[in-house]
Nanobody, 115 residues
Framework: QVQLVESGGGLVQPGGSLRLSCAASRTIFSNNAMGWYRQAPGKQRELVASITSDGSINYADSVKGRITISRKNAKNTVYLQMSSLKPEETAVYYC?????????WGQGNQVTVNS
């Protein structure tokens, strides 16, 4: 049963912007912190940003000032607004609910930053 459904990936030019969305079931969304991770080819999956149910936010140092995570409780959806994207940020982006080890994962969305 699919619990997290992502959308919004694609191809963007360097310096461009993109917004990812992740819709969750109400139960999962209400009871878990939500996060976005990314995994580039040959690299480990890394945290991009996370947001708790009460709105506390954490960003990876590399994205601070360029990427914003938000959640819309009425839609059970978390967003990742990305701007000033760099080619090295090309990766599969994954939505997560709960913990890295035991949580729920989205299917992953490819984001390619290339001219």
């Amino acid at each position: 049963q699919v619990q997290l459904v992502e959308s919004g990936g694609g191809l963007v030019q360097p310096g461009g912007s993109l917004r990812l969305s992740c819709a969750a079931s109400r139960t999962i969304f209400s009871n878990n912190a939500m996060g976005w991770y990314r995994q580039a080819p040959g690299k480990q999956r890394e945290l991009v940003a996370s947001i708790t149910s009460d709105g506390s936010i954490n960003y990876a140092d590399s994205v601070k000032g360029r990427i914003t995570i938000s959640r819309k409780n009425a839609k059970n959806t978390v967003y990742l607004q990305m701007s000033s994207l760099k080619p090295e940020e090309t990766a599969v982006y994954y939505c997560n609910a709960g913990s890295y080890r035991d949580g729920y994962w989205g299917q992953g969305n490819q984001v390619t930053v290339n001219s």
